[in-house]
C-alpha cells in the first residue's frame, strides 16, 4: 500500500517536474520573442521620427522664399543633405 502510493507520488513528481520544465522552456522563448519584438518596435519609431524630420525639413524648404533655379539648387542639395544623414543614421545603428 505504502509503496503504491509511494510511486504514484512519484510519479506525479516527475510529470510535476517535465511541465514546470516545459513552462520554464515557454517562459523563456517568449521572453526572447518581446525583447524581439520590442527592438523592432524602437527601430520603427526611429524611422518614424526620422521621417518626421525629412517632413519638417521639406516643409521648411517649401517654405523658404526664392527665385525658382535657386529653390530647385536649394532643394537638391537639401535632399543631398537628408540622404547623407539618413546614411549616417544607417550606419550607426548597425
Do not use: G
Not at 20 to 27: C, K, R, S, W
Amino acid at each position: 500500500m505504502i509503496h503504491e502510493e509511494l510511486q504514484r507520488t512519484e510519479k506525479l513528481t516527475a510529470q510535476v517536474s517535465r511541465k514546470m520544465q516545459q513552462l520554464e522552456h515557454d517562459n523563456q522563448s517568449l521572453k526572447e520573442e518581446l525583447f524581439s519584438l520590442q527592438s523592432k518596435l524602437e527601430e520603427k519609431e526611429h524611422a518614424l521620427e526620422d521621417f518626421k524630420n525629412q517632413i519638417k525639413i521639406a516643409k521648411l524648404v517649401n517654405s523658404i522664399p526664392v527665385e525658382e533655379m535657386e529653390s530647385a539648387e536649394l532643394r537638391e542639395k537639401i535632399n543631398n543633405y537628408i540622404k547623407e544623414i539618413d546614411n549616417i543614421i544607417a550606419y550607426l545603428s548597425e
